[in-house]
């Protein structure tokens, strides 16, 4: 079992910066892909960010690209996702995911093994 804990939301206004946190609960978090997803209210849970075991490789939705940027500290069970030039439409519940496939960078909720409980951010003015 893995448990996932998210940190770093919150309120920030348009154009501003966030840097979400996930820690891990496990001796083998080197071994799991790692991936963010959000869901914003009304709406399905969708992908935004995915790592490999190794933090070589990387994938990203094409609505953040460019601007959010996914990494992995592995010696210290830690996933991050920076958030830059933030929008409204960024506001949503996120989520950090773990996925046993190590090497794999999947967008599908489904293919990932654990999830954190979540947490809130808000791009208003």
């Known amino acids: 079992q893995v448990q996932l804990v998210e940190s770093g939301g919150g309120l920030v206004p348009p154009g501003g910066s966030l840097r979400l946190s996930c820690a891990a609960s496990?001796?083998?978090?080197?071994?799991?892909?790692m991936g963010w997803f959000r869901q914003a209210p009304g709406k399905e849970r969708e992908f935004v960010a995915a790592i490999s075991y190794s933090g070589l490789t990387t994938n990203y939705a094409d609505s953040v690209k460019g601007r959010f940027t996914i990494s992995r500290d592995n010696a210290r069970n830690m996933v991050y996702l920076q958030m830059n030039t933030l929008k409204p439409e960024d506001t949503a519940v996120y989520y950090c995911?773990?996925?046993?496939?190590?090497?794999?960078?999947?967008?599908?909720?489904?293919?990932?093994?654990?999830w954190g409980q979540g947490a809130q951010v808000t791009i208003s003015s």
């Open positions: 995911a773990a996925d046993l496939n190590a090497g794999s960078l999947r967008v599908g909720p489904d293919a990932y093994d654990y």
């Open positions: 496990t001796r083998i978090f080197y071994m799991y892909a």
